[in-house]
């Protein structure tokens, strides 16, 4: 019992202090590939630390729920962030939640940065705020029908037991599970605000849409905000691998050599998805804000072609 | 010892005597809190009496016939399982409406034209949900649609308001007549107006599927499924603010009572067409009412076009739980059906609050148009408080209540690809979509909604005076804050409370809940699927408490109230804000051109000139175009030509009415 709990412990710290690791190295990687020097490894943190240490301006006619919103956005990613397995699968905790409230809890969080984006009452907030509902009703659809397409294929949207079953010889190519992966990966970008779908490093008032809604944050409060944007990354990126790539995952109540194994095989992973991530997002350019839909409604789509070829053949 | 339904209905005979008195004094001052206060104590009686009942033998069923009514038959009324629920359901809504009223019945301006009519109403819910037979049925619903239709024209000199209340009469008439019709082929041919007795006849597969069609006809206008839904986002915001909480949160669930007590226990035994028919409306009906609800700039009828989306989730779990009822699956049909049930309570909670909030700032501004309101936070501290709670708990989000409905009926869908027929399969993922669609953008209307109302800077000078609303107000919205977090984290006390509704109907109920380690809720077993509400606030509360700690522990305190940034330009108007219409526009753009033929035009000056550009959206409601228009021009037609009736001599009526006999006589002569 204690020993679990300190799993479970260790996964809420882990992915706590993996997430700003993960942010630095795409960005690391990306500048290579541009053959630039890029920041270091850990300017993340060093990021985190500055703005925590700077002072908080402001908007005059902000409320309370300008201030409390960070605090909210953060512990919901967190705990969504801490109940994906990263490296060990049925721990202390995991039957808590599964895979539909994860996802609900992202809504939360969204639901509260969107809000926060309105409070101010700027254009940007309110331009941030209706572009992130709109890539929010497309995607949050989409990746409830990816949801529907894992648990009919495992029998369960626990996601220990999915990852458990996909880990297990008996589920060999099925064309629909190729179709979630690649809407995963869809939804997974535009959740994230990556590049094509939105692009994290500018600035541009036409374009941006989740750096618009937290335009008016600062210091400490910017300082969660970011945390939260790369706990989120890294849930997402521990979703793809627990589900797709669910090998050296430790299986429930193992030993800690299997838990060792289970580390080394996640950060192994992190590190291959974290490339690809950064050389797709070199690859590719930014879409216009109405090129989205189209984007989503594919990934929409290929969710819902795999969940119905599930329901008309158990095999496929 | 006096039955308990006996007892039960000395409630609504006191309602009545209430609305006779408050009809005799309702130009006295007092006369307001008299009533409601009367109306709460009531309501909380009956609420007593029904929680008494099912903590002592939940299963019983008591009945009894009044010698009332037509003669021979009497009225009968009976209480079990179901009408237990709804009775909780309607009366707990009652009691805190009339809470809410105490305080903002004092805002208004005809008391004499709301204060008779509001008693009546809620006399009349409870009835529909106590009748045993068709005619007390028929008469409490038209006694409970007239009630309302009555407090609908409460402000009658205002020209929408009349032609709102119009077409909810002639709606609540089409309504009314389709029951009629339902209830005469269940009655079949030796009309037999009893329940009890309609329930142990089977009717044959063509009467049964038209029974099914003209109770979604009928009880589907009054609970708003597209396409009979026009008249609900017209009437339910014309009441004032605590009859619409009623209207919305209360009456639409007395409507799906009636469609529950029909097709899941008059019928009989389902066919698995009818779970197709009903899955799409809901789906259908789900999508578009909030579709609907974005387009929206006036807050009631945003609230109104968003009960027509609870409404459509609701009968898509019920469709749910018919297909499998058809295909004997009894555990997937309990867990579909709960999800039914546990999501009509909980709209009944977060929408009556919702419109209490819309009328506090309707009382407080004078404003239903949001383009007109925003800050309402600064100046309505407690409401926009209450108000974000029902926001949070209607769109889904954990772990408040509509989250927990939702879940379980997400469950219910991924039972269903054990269903043998091919329509099912393919039918039950699209609805599965629609749901999740209506979920998110469920989402994204209620940040509309709060983000325009109560956030952002103040568009009109009537903000600036607005203070916060009275005590009872505040209290009655509390009450439901309360109740909507409560049920979100212990869901698992209401899904056993269920099992007396479930059990008689689908012959099956879900896994007792209340007995999982941690309170979790455990559809089917715990390595499938299990969710535990309690456990992830806490989680977010210990989480957001540590953060907010160690960020006042170790990071810097300072903080400087400045200007937003505004490109270097100070002091933007409020007017350069994003308004309703401007914030639904990305959706728009996306779902409009099929859901409303959405155009939008720009007008651009011609060159040189100083004129403003100008942007001009057009939208259509299809249904009322498609169905309404049509059939109202048909009407028209008819009744010109038929005016040439009108003018006749005594000779040609007399012929007309002996021709008429004849052709009566000729008919029953060839009749086989």
């Known amino acids: 019992m204690i020993f679990q709990l300190a799993v479970q412990g260790a996964q809420m710290l882990l992915v706590l202090l993996l997430a700003p690791l993960l942010i630095g190295f795409v960005r690391k990687v990306k500048a290579r590939l541009l053959r630039r020097q890029g920041p270091p490894l850990i300017q993340p943190y060093r990021d985190l630390i500055r703005l925590m240490r700077k002072e908080v301006v402001l908007a005059d006619n902000a409320s309370w729920l300008f201030r409390v919103t960070p605090y909210l956005i953060f512990a919901a990613t967190w705990v969504a962030a801490a109940l994906v397995p990263t490296f060990a699968a049925g721990l202390e905790f995991s039957w808590t939640a ?3 409230v994860i996802v609900a809890l992202l809504g939360s969080a969204r639901f509260f940065q969107a809000l926060a984006g309105m409070d101010v009452g700027t254009s940007f907030g309110g331009i941030g705020a209706s572009r992130e509902v709109m890539i929010a009703s497309l995607a949050e659809p989409a990746m409830l029908l990816i949801v529907f397409s894992l648990a009919l294929v495992a029998g369960a949207t626990q996601l220990s037991t999915v990852a458990a079953f996909m880990g297990s010889p008996e589920v060999g190519l099925r064309v629909s599970l190729g179709m979630s992966l690649i809407a995963l990966v869809m939804v997974a970008i ?8 939105d692009n994290p490093a500018t600035h ?25 944007t790369f706990l989120k990354l890294l849930l997402y990126v521990s979703l793809i691998s627990c589900v797709f790539l669910p090998w050296g995952l430790a299986s429930v109540g193992a030993g800690p050599k299997a838990l060792a194994i289970g580390a080394a095989a996640y950060l192994a992973k992190l590190a291959v998805l974290a490339i690809l991530l950064a050389v797709f997002e070199t690859a590719v350019a930014k879409m216009r804000v109405f090129r989205v839909p189209d984007f989503l409604g594919a990934a929409l789509m290929l969710a819902l072609l795999g969940t119905l070829l599930l329901f008309v053949s158990r095999s496929l | 010892m006096i039955s308990t339904v006996a007892l039960l209905l000395c409630g609504p005979a006191a309602l009545l005597g209430t609305a006779v008195l408050a009809g005799a004094f309702s130009r006295r001052a007092s006369a307001t809190r008299l009533v409601y206060g009367a109306a709460l104590a009531i309501s909380a009686a009956l609420l007593v009496i029904v929680a008494d009942h099912l903590m002592g033998n939940p299963g019983e069923v008591s009945a009894v016939t009044l010698p009332l009514g037509l003669p021979w038959t009497g009225a009968r009324f009976r209480l079990d399982g179901l009408s237990a629920f709804f009775l909780i359901v309607v009366n707990l809504g009652g009691a805190v409406t009339s809470l809410y009223g105490v305080g903002y019945g004092q805002h208004e301006s005809a008391p004499h034209r709301v204060l008779p009519f509001y008693p009546a109403f809620l006399a009349g819910m409870n009835l529909v949900v106590l009748a045993n037979d068709a005619f007390a049925f028929l008469l409490s619903w038209e006694f409970m649609s007239l009630a309302s239709w009555a407090l609908v024209m409460a402000h009658h000199r205002d020209e929408a308001n009349r032609r709102a209340a119009y077409i909810y009469l002639v709606m609540a008439s089409f309504g009314t007549l389709a029951l009629l019709l339902a209830f005469g082929l269940l009655a079949g041919p030796a009309g037999t107006y009893a329940f009890d007795a309609m329930r142990t006849v089977q009717p044959g597969p063509l009467a049964a599927g038209a029974v099914l069609a003209l109770m979604l006809l009928g009880a589907g206008s009054k609970a708003g499924l597209v396409p009979l839904h026009a008249w609900l986002p017209l009437a339910h915001p014309a009441a004032p603010s605590h009859v619409s909480a009623l209207m919305s949160g209360i009456m639409t669930k007395v409507a799906i009572y009636g469609f529950v007590r029909v097709v899941f226990d008059l019928l009989g035994a389902p066919a698995w067409w009818s779970g197709v028919a009903v899955l799409l409306i809901g789906g259908v009906t789900a999508v578009l009412g909030i579709l609907h609800a974005l387009m929206e700039k006036d807050l009631k009828r945003l609230l109104a076009y968003s009960t027509i989306e609870n409404i459509g989730v609701i009968f898509a779990s019920l469709g749910l739980a018919l297909a499998f009822k058809a295909n004997a699956m009894p555990s997937a049909a309990a867990l579909a ?6 999501h009509v309570l909980n709209h009944s909670f977060f929408k009556s609050l919702l419109f209490f909030g819309a009328g506090a700032v309707l009382s407080a501004t004078g404003e239903r148009d949001m383009e007109r309101l925003g800050g309402l936070i600064h100046r309505l501290p407690v409401t926009s408080f209450v108000f974000l709670v029902g926001c949070v708990s209607i769109s889904a989000l954990p772990p408040f209540n509509g989250f927990a409905s939702e879940w379980l009926a997400f469950q219910a869908i991924l039972q269903s690809p054990d269903l043998p027929q091919w329509g099912l399969k393919v039918i039950v993922p699209a609805v599965g979509g629609m749901l999740a669609l209506a979920a998110a953008l469920a989402a994204a209307c209620f940040v509309k909604a709060f983000g325009i109302t109560f956030l952002g800077r103040a568009r009109s000078a009537v903000v600036e005076q607005a203070h916060e609303v009275d005590r009872f107000s505040l209290a009655a919205m509390a009450v439901l804050a309360v109740l909507c977090l409560l049920a979100g984290l212990l869901p698992g006390f209401v899904i056993d409370g269920l099992s007396t509704v479930t059990l008689p109907l689908i012959g099956d109920r ?22 535990n509400g309690l456990l992830v606030f806490v989680f977010i509360t210990i989480s957001a408490s540590l953060a907010a700690f160690f960020i006042h522990r170790f990071a810097s305190h300072a903080l400087r109230r400045g200007l937003a940034w505004g490109c270097g330009f100070d002091d933007a108007a409020p007017a350069a804000q994003y308004t309703a219409v401007s914030f639904a526009q990305p959706i728009r ?7 409303f033929r959405a155009r939008e035009t720009v007008e651009m000056p011609a060159p040189g000139t100083l004129d403003p550009a100008r942007i001009k959206v057009d939208i259509h409601d299809v249904a009322w175009e498609t169905f309404y228009q049509p059939i109202a021009g048909a009407i028209d037609f008819a009744t010109e030509r038929l005016n040439y009736l009108q003018f006749l001599t005594i000779r040609r009526y007399l012929t007309l009415v002996f021709l008429y006999l004849v052709i009566l006589l000729l008919v029953l002569a060839l009749w086989p």
């Not at chain 1, 750096?211 to 409060?221: P, Q, T």
């Not at chain 2, 879900?510 to 007995?515: L, N, S, Y």
């Not at chain 2, 809720?521 to 390595?527: C, F, G, R, T, Y």
């Open chain 1, 98 to 100: 599964d895979l539909i």
């Open chain 1, 190 to 197: 535009a959740e994230n605000a990556r590049i094509p779908v």
């Open chain 1, 204 to 228: 541009l008032e036409l374009t941006m849409v989740h750096e618009a809604m937290i335009l008016e944050y600062s210091g400490r409060h910017l300082a969660m905000i970011e945390l939260a």
């Open chain 2, 337 to 342: 059906f709960t999800a039914a049930l546990f």
């Open chain 2, 510 to 531: 879900m896994p007792v809940q209340t007995a999982q380690p941690w309170l979790s809720i455990v559809p089917i077993a715990e390595s499938r699927s299990s969710y």
């Open chain 2, 589 to 595: 753009r996306v779902f409009g051109g099929f859901a």
